[in-house]
């Protein structure tokens, strides 16, 4: 069998049909926003929290998140950050998968979410019962799992990794002579087949995001910016990672643009990013990868709709109230813990290895 061919019981499957929310980005006057992140700072003080945000959040929380020693970051590091923080309360701006991993790796901890109703379409798109079964019929296979899975799915995994992880990983495993189930996400994954060359067994996942960037309009695009350098983030299909100058985590995609040297960047992963890539590289120009073709209508238009639910005021009634708390069944905490410290402590190593940690 071809490596990347999808398997027999995987073209049987029917993914999950599901509805994509549409992206609604919060609009407030400057006053009240300033007013809703002063009420949420003083919140955060009074109840020990800190903020653990995604970069793709609303540009405000992810400010307030710097300001008040919290953490705005990938999902590799919002993972650490929560182990090393001494706060009883996290409050997770991001998707569940987010907060679930940090109640898994802080049982103790209270995890709060300004919504319970932020999903990933990766995570939707992998349900618990069709991947154990799958696993099942494969049982030499290691099975590794993206971030963006469910706590019952962490479970089932042997890895847990991350976009900026999910290669080194795999490539390790490859070195032990391991075959592989990768899910969910099919194009990260085809991108880690192919950088690793390993034999993948391929869960048929997509994020909704980075499916719609459009590799022919790309090229269009960089013909009109020739100097521009096309940072892409590896959930997206391989028409538009094969154009890439660098292709890389979110955390990876703003090193790069720091650090490049090139003034112009066009950018394939969500827009929320915009706002750290301006902070940390101001005076560059970022530049929206296309999601549409002239006929083509976008879904997300580059902004996760789930990402995007995460408002301050969601936020403040989360602290105030309680609200959306994370609780995960213990007996998987005890289960999922394992493949998520076994890529916390591979990347630790990696690090010392590199002789930066
Ligand atoms: P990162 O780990 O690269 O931040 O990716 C998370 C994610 O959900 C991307 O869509
Ligand atoms: Fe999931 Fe895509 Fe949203 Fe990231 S951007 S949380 S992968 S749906």
């Avoid at 019929?137 to 976009?163: E, F, L």
């Avoid at 560059?284 to 902004?303: D, L, Q, V, Y």
């Avoid at 639910?309 to 109230?321: F, S």
């Avoid at 609200?323 to 410290?341: G, M, Q, S, W």
Wanted: hydrophobic share 40%.
């Amino acid at each position: 069998m071809s490596p990347i061919s999808p398997d027999i019981a995987l073209r049987d499957y029917r993914m999950p049909v599901y509805q994509v929310p549409d992206t609604v980005i919060e609009v407030l006057p400057i006053a009240q926003r300033q007013a809703l992140k002063a009420r949420l700072r003083t919140l955060l003080n009074q109840k020990n929290a800190v903020l653990v945000a995604h970069y793709y959040t609303d540009g405000d929380l992810q400010l307030l998140a710097d300001e008040t020693g919290g953490c705005v970051s990938d999902s590799l590091e919002m993972a650490r950050f929560g182990t090393r923080i001494d706060a009883q309360t996290l409050l997770v701006c991001g998707v569940r998968f987010m907060g679930e991993t940090a109640k898994i790796l802080n049982p103790e901890k209270s995890i709060l979410m300004p919504t319970l109703e932020a999903e990933c379409s990766l995570d939707i798109g992998c349900p618990i019962d069709a991947f154990s079964a799958f696993c099942d019929q494969h049982p030499h296979h290691q099975v590794v799992v993206y971030a963006n899975t469910s706590a019952a799915v962490k479970a089932r995994a042997d890895w847990m990794v991350t976009s900026g992880s999910a290669v080194d990983v795999v490539t390790m495993l490859k070195q032990q002579g391991r075959r592989i189930i990768w899910a969910p996400d099919k194009y990260l994954g085809q991108y880690v087949q192919q950088q690793t060359g390993a034999d993948m067994i391929l869960w048929q996942g997509a994020c909704v995001v980075h499916e719609e960037f459009k590799g022919t309009e790309l090229e269009l695009l960089r013909h009109q910016y020739p100097q521009a350098k096309v940072l892409v983030h590896p959930e997206s299909p391989a028409s538009v990672i094969q154009q890439a100058d660098v292709v890389g985590s979110t955390t990876g995609i703003i090193k790069a643009a720091m650090e490049l040297d090139a003034e112009q960047f066009i950018v394939a992963t969500d827009k929320g990013i915009f706002h750290k890539l301006r902070e940390l590289a101001p005076g560059k120009t970022f530049i929206e990868a296309p999601t549409a073709g002239r006929s083509a209508t976008c879904k997300s238009c580059a902004h996760c709709p789930w990402m995007a639910m995460n408002t301050l005021g969601k936020a403040i009634h989360a602290l105030e109230t309680g609200a959306n708390e994370i609780l995960v069944d213990p007996a998987i905490i005890e289960r999922a813990r394992k493949p998520i410290t076994r890529l916390l402590e591979f990347t630790r190593d990696q690090k010392r290895l590199a002789g930066d940690a």
